[in-house]
């Protein structure tokens, strides 16, 4: 419906910041449904300015129905997390170290110096050499360690969804053999 100049300044003033309130809105919406619902308030009829006797006139409102779209929160699904322990076997190789003894056996030479530093043998004073081999095993222990985290949030997704329902309207016919622009 368009409105007169003078009507559409006198609105209520709103921010330009590109966001419309909900309250700003309602402001609006009461302003301009006011003008619309009674037929005053600077509405432009469009049509030459027309006297009407308003002691004999008799006069009819119509009406229509809107939809009224909001939205609502429900659940739409649920998301677990649950930790599972797998076992699985490990193989590695290990590198590890041993002695072996190496036993060499030499012939002495009568003429060498070992030769002529004369033992003796004595069955009571024997010697015994010991000689301690040495050798590396694996040893297996186990350590835990982190090795993910898994992080879990909610974002909120803006989508649109195309709603519909029937509304009913009030149209008023006028019959009779009245000519128009006459007077009645």
Same mark, same amino acid.
């Given at each position: 419906?368009?409105?007169?100049?003078?009507?559409?300044?006198?609105?209520?003033?709103?921010?330009?910041?590109? +966001?419309?309130? !909900?309250?700003?809105?309602?402001?609006?919406?009461?302003?301009?449904?006011?003008?619309?619902?009674?037929?005053? +308030?600077?509405?432009?009829?469009?049509?030459?300015?027309?006297?009407?006797?308003?002691?004999?006139?008799?006069?009819? !409102?119509? +009406?229509?129905?809107?939809?009224?779209?909001?939205?609502?929160?429900?659940?739409?699904?649920?998301?677990?997390?649950?930790?599972?322990?797998?076992?699985?076997?490990?193989?590695?190789?290990?590198?590890?170290?041993? #002695?072996?003894?190496?036993?060499?056996?030499?012939?002495?030479?009568?003429?060498?110096?070992?030769?002529?530093?004369?033992?003796?043998?004595?069955?009571?004073?024997?010697?015994?050499?010991?000689?301690?081999?040495?050798? #590396?095993?694996?040893?297996?222990?186990?350590?835990?360690?982190?090795?993910?985290?898994?992080? !879990?949030?909610?974002?909120?997704?803006?989508?649109?969804?195309?709603?519909?329902?029937?509304?009913?309207?009030?149209?008023?016919?006028? #019959?009779?053999?009245?000519?128009?622009?006459?007077?009645?």
């Amino acid at each position: 419906m368009p409105f007169t100049k003078a009507y559409i300044k006198d609105a209520p003033n709103i921010d330009v910041d590109g +966001h419309l309130s !909900v309250e700003e809105e309602q402001r609006l919406w009461d302003y301009y449904s006011s003008a619309r619902d009674t037929g005053r +308030h600077g509405v432009d009829t469009g049509g030459p300015d027309v006297d009407t006797d308003t002691a004999d006139a008799d006069n009819m !409102v119509a +009406h229509e129905e809107r939809l009224k779209i909001g939205t609502e929160q429900r659940e739409a699904g649920q998301v677990r997390l649950r930790k599972r322990v797998r076992t699985e076997n490990q193989s590695i190789e290990v590198p590890v170290q041993r #002695e072996e003894l190496v036993v060499e056996r030499e012939k002495v030479d009568p003429n060498s110096a070992d030769a002529s530093s004369a033992g003796t043998i004595d069955d009571a004073g024997r010697e015994d050499e010991v000689v301690t081999l040495r050798e #590396e095993r694996p040893v297996v222990d186990k350590e835990t360690v982190a090795t993910e985290k898994v992080n !879990v949030g909610k974002r909120t997704v803006q989508d649109t969804e195309t709603v519909s329902g029937e509304v009913r309207k009030e149209e008023i016919d006028v #019959e009779g053999d009245a000519k128009p622009g006459a007077k009645r």
